[in-house]
T-cell receptor, first 113, second 113 residues
Framework: NAGVTQTPKFQVLKTGQSMTLQCAQD?????MSWYRQDPGMGLRLIHY???????DQGEVPNGYNVSRSTTEDFPLRLLSAAPSQTSVYFC????????????FGSGTRLTVV | DAKTTQPTSMDCAEGRAANLPCNHS???????VYWYRQIHSQGPQYIIHGLKNNETNEMASLIITEDRKSSTLILPHATLRDTAVYYC??????????????FGKGTLLTVNP
């Protein structure tokens, strides 16, 4: 049981490039989400999904796309990277009921130059 | 979701109990109190949560006041590895967008030798 796995751990992009941050969980969790964390700040929700085929926007969705074709995977796509997207990205999942906590991945550190 | 107020930072001596307060005076009857922590550069880690009653698990205890307007997270015997930012989060019960977590800036707990 690996929990929530994020790849890559580090990435440097040039402005305008695209890439996909991968997130996979093996706990059969319904709910998955993506957060970003900027220096000295708390986490902010980008997008979330309450199940396969269902996604919705969070607090800071602009510049990011998501899809949820399977229960296990929830990739985050940057279509045209900008320096403002330099951040640490965390993926999280939960079984969905109120008596479950979230499991977070170890993060992807993205730098856009 | 109700807003929370936490001290910016706290210190604790190793081996002593760490008591981290959280004010959530506008909490609603169906909102849970969750605690997470984030050790430097890692993903957040779920600690404990509760609705009305005090809760205890292998990591910590959660004391919620009778009027539910504040709570205290207790680490009974703090170690150096407990140095982290601790987040108190209040979240509405239910599904859909209510699954999201809203992070504030948390409390930086420093455990000193």
């Amino acid at each position: 049981n690996a929990g929530v796995t994020q790849t890559p751990k580090f990435q440097v992009l040039k402005t305008g490039q695209s890439m996909t941050l991968q997130c996979a969980q093996d706990m059969n969790h319904e709910y998955m989400s993506w957060y970003r964390q900027d220096p000295g700040m708390g986490l902010r929700l980008i997008h979330y999904s309450v199940g396969a085929g269902i996604t919705d926007q969070g607090e800071v969705p602009n510049g990011y796309n998501v899809s949820r074709s399977t229960t296990e995977d929830f990739p985050l796509r940057l279509l045209s990277a900008a320096p403002s997207q330099t951040s640490v990205y965390f993926c999280a999942s939960t079984a969905g009921a109120n008596n479950y906590g979230y499991t977070f991945g170890s993060g992807t550190r993205l730098t856009v130059v | 979701d109700a807003k929370t107020t936490q001290p910016t930072s706290m210190d604790c001596a190793e081996g002593r109990a760490a008591n981290l307060p959280c004010n959530h005076s506008t909490i609603s009857g169906n909102e849970y109190v969750y605690w997470y922590r984030q050790i430097h550069s890692q993903g957040p880690q779920y600690i404990i949560h509760g609705l009305k009653n005090n809760e205890t698990n292998e990591m910590a205890s959660l004391i919620i006041t009778e009027d539910r307007k504040s709570s205290t997270l207790i680490l009974p015997h703090a170690t150096l590895r407990d140095t982290a930012v601790y987040y108190c989060i209040v979240r509405v019960a239910g599904g859909g967008s209510n699954y999201k977590l809203t992070f504030g800036k948390g409390t930086l707990l420093t455990v000193n030798p």
